[in-house]
């Protein structure tokens, strides 16, 4: 595996369900983000995570739990989600920022999510 | 007022077209600008970055800053069917921060 890979890539399921998604980087970075992008919006900023740290948090609902166990690993677990939470979730990562002048987000391809 | 417009298009232009993608921000604090090409059913990934005004080549790729106006381009010279995606512009306020700030994206077509 290279690069940023996610699992599932779809996932359906009911209002009252709990799930997780699953991120893993396999690029030797020390930072990861998750997106959310909505049909006609911009991509979302939801978490980010610096050397297992959860270092920002923007204002996201309480049904959205993120977990950080290492540097290569970053899961989002759901539970009580709305139809309006039906998007794609992509994760990034990066090196940890303050060591390079930009610190480019490398993302994965996203899990499609579908609330009914 | 949003902070990032981007014209969602969608845009649909023959092979070989000069494509023109544009941005206009509000946050006179941004400090990098980059563009990312999403392909369907992929994430996003980094086509180009540019720190500051002024303008930045890469092959068939121009990325052009105007701090002053507010507004950020990217040019496409020989378009190329392969080019077709969404081209999202993004924003930093400066180094070692985590927040991009995203336009919503313009949807490219190059027709053969």
């Known amino acids: 595996e290279t690069g940023v890979t996610q699992t599932p890539r779809h996932l359906v399921m009911g209002m009252t369900n709990k799930k997780s998604l699953k991120c893993e980087q396999h690029?030797?970075?020390?930072?990861m983000y998750w997106y959310k992008q909505s049909a006609k919006k911009p991509l979302e900023l939801m978490f980010v995570?610096?050397?297992?740290?959860?270092?920002e948090n923007n204002s996201v609902p309480s049904r959205f739990s993120p977990e950080c166990p290492n540097s290569s690993h970053l899961f989002l677990h759901l539970h009580t989600l709305q139809p309006e939470d039906s998007a794609l979730y992509l994760c990034?990562?990066?090196?940890?920022?303050?060591?390079?002048?930009?610190?480019?987000?490398?993302f994965g391809p996203g899990t499609r999510l579908t609330v009914l | 007022q949003k902070e990032v417009e981007q014209d969602p298009g969608p845009l649909s232009v023959p092979e070989g077209a000069i494509v023109s993608l544009n941005c206009t921000y509000s946050?006179?604090?941004?400090?990098?600008f980059m563009w990312y090409r999403q392909y369907s059913r992929k994430g996003p990934e980094l086509l180009m970055y540019?720190?500051?005004?002024g303008n930045k080549e890469d092959g068939r790729f121009t990325a052009q800053v105007d701090k002053s106006s507010k507004y950020i381009s990217l040019f496409i010279r020989d378009s190329q069917p392969s080019d077709s995606a969404t081209y999202l512009c993004?924003?930093?306020?400066?180094?070692?921060?985590?927040?991009?700030?995203f336009g919503k994206g313009t949807k490219l077509s190059v027709i053969p």
């Open positions: 540019t720190y500051s005004s």
């Open positions: 690029l030797g970075h020390n930072a």
């Open positions: 993004a924003m930093s306020a400066g180094a070692g921060s985590y927040q991009l700030t």
């Open positions: 990034a990562s990066s090196q940890e920022v303050g060591r390079d002048l930009y610190n480019e987000q490398f």
């Open positions: 995570y610096s050397l297992e740290e959860r270092v």
């Open positions: 946050n006179s604090a941004f400090q990098y």
